[in-house]
């Protein structure tokens, strides 16, 4: 589970990058480092547990969210349940690498269970807060494996933090993350099926409430709460369209499947990708599917809808995932007359509901040459916004370098250029010769001043300008190669 690893160094980056003072950051991220090693490590539980207490103390100091992130992000992982079927597709590939999963997870579901039990006692408001929900799903699967009842249980955390009008919206989006781990909990027990039903119909009510609040109240710093409620509601929606599929009943299906469809994450959703990943493995357990598109397609051609419909359909998916754009493709030239409009003319003007045209600049790059957008005309072009200063930047510098020299050695139709910003030329030019890195370099300049000509929200950004001179943003975090490769329709 690859990105499990980027957030964990996001996660890192952020924290220095919004520190008070060094003491302040040196102090957290001990803790919450040292935490995360021990509470992996058999016979450390007493050890992580001062070390998590420890957490809680510091972070209303500096970072409010890093506890709550700690518990989410990383040790609630170690609860989920995975099938051998699902550990051997995410994690391994031969029987001995799978048994060998398969003790180490129980090993750190041991000590995670014994971790959370010490600390629970702790009056502590985050402790509080962020772990008794995480104590009722751990208790209740525990009673799962025992064969006891818990509708009593689930009973207990609805009335207290679900039904609760007074709490925070912030904590009620906490909360229902846990209350749809509780409903699948349910759902699994056959004598159950009425509730747990009962149980959803709550939580998509309340996820429909606070995803409509958050738009509402729509904000830079308000994203990461959208993404979080719009995956959890449409996760709920198709949650809702499954259960009556298994009872044949399309028809009540079909609108909740094209809202799970609607609502799965967009290019501005994967931007924050952080603010569903966890919920989505959690819930799915598949790290790498966040979206509903290829359930409601399935549903459409299943039902023989009109083929205007189902391209529709995929033309979203594909605008959202270029690695589609080949299957949006397949699906065109079976459906419609190629010869008077074809795919290539298609997508274009798709592309044109997502993308913005791109501001003109010329600037001279750090070799001397100069590079002027507008003598680029009919190619696609890659900007880069990075700095030497920027950990995540310099990590993918290798794989840009490549897919430079690859580029030009393939002859694909795609230029390069990226900016140096918040930098010094002799900084830069002697960090590229250092590491041998080719690829086109361009100091940023007060004139023109690049990054307030493209959305420059962080670093490293990304932006593709197609050959019609509109571009669209590559959100962070994501495979930007795949992205690419999908988008322009060339394969690695």
Request: aromatic share 14%; with cysteine.
């Amino acid at each position: 589970m690859k990105p499990l690893l980027l957030f964990c160094l996001l996660g890192c980056c952020i924290l220095f990058c919004n520190a008070q003072s060094q003491q302040d950051v040196d102090s957290v991220l001990y803790y919450a480092n040292h935490f995360n090693d021990l509470s992996n490590r058999e016979g450390k539980d007493d050890s992580a547990a001062f070390l998590l207490k420890r957490l809680a103390i510091f972070t209303p100091k500096t970072f409010p969210d890093i506890f709550s992130e700690t518990v989410d992000n990383s040790f609630s992982q170690r609860f989920i349940k995975f099938s051998k079927d699902e550990m051997r597709e995410n994690f391994a590939q031969s029987d001995s690498a799978l048994n060998s999963l398969l003790v180490m997870f129980k090993e750190q579901r041991n000590t995670g269970e014994k971790i959370l039990n010490k600390v629970i006692r702790d009056t502590n408001s985050l402790i509080q807060k962020y772990l008794t929900p995480l104590k009722y799903w751990v208790d209740e699967q525990n009673l799962i494996q025992k064969n006891k009842p818990t509708i009593n249980m689930t009973e207990d955390f609805f009335q207290k933090y679900i039904n609760q009008s007074s709490l925070d919206s912030a904590d009620k989006l906490y909360y229902l993350k846990y209350a749809l781990l509780l409903y699948q909990i349910e759902k699994g027990q056959p004598t159950n099926n009425k509730y747990s039903q009962q149980l959803l119909q709550n939580i998509y009510e309340h996820l429909n409430y606070l995803y409509s609040y958050y738009l509402s109240n729509n904000s830079k710093s308000n994203r990461v709460n959208i993404a979080k409620a719009k995956w959890l509601y449409a996760y709920a929606s198709f949650s809702i369209a499954n259960n009556y599929l298994a009872n044949d009943e399309n028809k009540e299906a079909e609108p909740y499947l094209r809202q799970a469809a609607l609502l799965s994450p967009n290019l501005n959703d994967q931007s924050v990708k952080a603010g569903y990943f966890y919920d989505a493995v959690t819930l799915t357990h598949n790290p790498e599917k966040f979206d509903f598109y290829g359930e409601y397609i399935n549903f459409l051609e299943k039902k023989n809808s009109p083929s205007s419909s189902v391209q529709s359909v995929y033309v979203d998916y594909a605008l959202n995932y270029p690695e589609h754009k080949k299957d949006l493709k397949a699906y065109y030239n079976s459906h419609n007359d190629t010869t008077a409009s074809p795919f290539e003319k298609f997508w274009e003007d798709a592309n044109k509901t997502i993308t913005k045209p791109a501001p003109n600049f010329s600037v001279k790059k750090i070799d001397g040459e100069t590079f002027d957008l507008s003598n680029h005309k009919g190619k696609w072009i890659l900007i880069d916004f990075w700095g030497t200063w920027c950990g995540p930047c310099r990590a993918e510098h290798q794989d840009l370098n490549n897919f430079y020299i690859k580029s030009k050695e393939n002859k694909r139709n795609i230029e390069v250029i990226t900016f140096a910003c918040r930098d010094t030329l002799p900084t830069v030019m002697q960090y590229m010769k250092d590491y041998h890195y080719t690829f086109p370099v361009a100091m940023q300049q007060e004139k023109p001043d690049i990054i307030k000509m493209y959305p420059v929200n962080g670093y490293p950004s990304k932006m593709l300008i197609n050959p019609k001179g509109e571009y669209v943003v590559i959100p962070f975090g994501i495979d930007w190669e795949n992205f690419i490769n999908g988008y322009i329709g060339d394969s690695k």
